[in-house]
């Protein structure tokens, strides 16, 4: 009876896999329609330059409130008066989101000034580039504390309320690094890994405890990106996103609830199809021939 019942399950799970496929390639034919964010509360970080000062701007065009969190204040500022300039309503706080107690204390301000956040976007996130044995261990933590803690800090403080009003999604910056590794950039794939890592596993829980239908979450998984904050590495085939392109990508994905959006859209695929099939130094061939090249720009900070 027992080997009956294996041979039974195994049949159940071929049968959901060959569903599951036909589902997915289903919306790939025919992708969900975009729902509309009029009116809903966003909090971006990382919102006064590159992708999240690109997202910021246009889920302003798409009707949103936007709450504009980055350290940097005048870049954050600068940022809500091009949102308001062309009509939209934001508001920009300083905080520093690798401190728990610091993003409590702002959320309160916002809850108090403008109101519950219903779609959150971690965005915020900084790079070393340096050779592994040179990277300091404060400059470490801090990569840590800011691609991949925050993350914790943040959606505590906000997945709480949205799961309480049953509403809310999340949008994750992560990036491609998360699926593989690269030379000079070690603590930043490792960081990466980590935040898709939290992202798949709460996405889950979410799923578990029955919160999935409304409270959605979407990874935006990009290639290398025009953000400034990588400045020297060679990239001999494609080309180099643009952050505008990068965020209206990871927006419609959003719109659509997408649970993962990579860009180029078939480049996830690509990696995890040359990491489980390919034998390892065909794999390392392949990263060869690709032409990325990242130099050092690393300076100690700490």
């Known amino acids: 009876m027992g080997a009956l019942k294996v041979i039974l399950d195994l049949f159940q799970i071929f049968f959901l896999i060959i569903y599951h496929y036909i589902v997915a390639a289903f919306k790939v034919l025919v ?13 971006v970080t990382g919102a006064g330059h590159g992708i999240g000062r690109e997202l910021a701007l246009e889920l302003s065009k798409l009707g949103a409130t936007v709450v504009l969190w980055d350290v940097n204040k005048e870049n954050n500022e600068k940022t809500a008066k091009d949102i308001k300039a062309a009509g939209g309503k934001a508001f920009a706080y300083t905080c520093d989101i690798t401190s728990s107690s610091k993003i409590a204390s702002v959320a309160n301000e916002v809850r108090s000034n403008v109101g519950e956040v219903t779609i959150l976007v971690n965005n915020a996130g900084i790079i070393n580039c340096g050779p592994f044995f040179e990277l300091t261990e404060p400059d470490i933590r801090r990569t840590f504390e800011v691609n991949t803690l925050s993350h ?23 990036s491609m690094a998360a699926f593989t590794g690269a030379t000079m950039m070690t603590d930043y794939c490792a960081s990466k890994h980590g935040a898709y890592g939290l992202f798949v596993s709460l996405r889950d829980e979410l799923r578990r405890d029955g919160h999935s ?3 959605k979450m979407t990874a935006l998984c990009p290639m290398f990106v025009d953000t400034g904050l990588i400045k020297n590495f060679t990239l001999t085939h494609g080309r180099v996103l643009t952050a505008n392109e990068t965020a209206l990508a990871g927006i419609d994905g959003m719109l659509r609830n997408y649970e993962l959006v990579s860009v180029p859209s078939w480049i996830v695929y690509f990696a995890r199809i040359s990491q489980s099939i390919l034998p390892r130094n065909a794999g390392l061939e392949l990263a060869k021939k690709s032409g990325i090249k990242v130099e050092s720009q690393y300076k100690k900070q700490s």
């Open 31 to 43: 992708p969900p329609k975009r729902k509309s964010i009029e009116g809903e509360i966003a909090l």
């Open 152 to 174: 914790f800090w943040m959606m505590k403080e906000f997945v709480t309320s949205m799961i309480a009003n049953k509403h809310g999604h999340v949008l994750n910056v992560i």
């Open 213 to 215: 239908e409304y409270i």
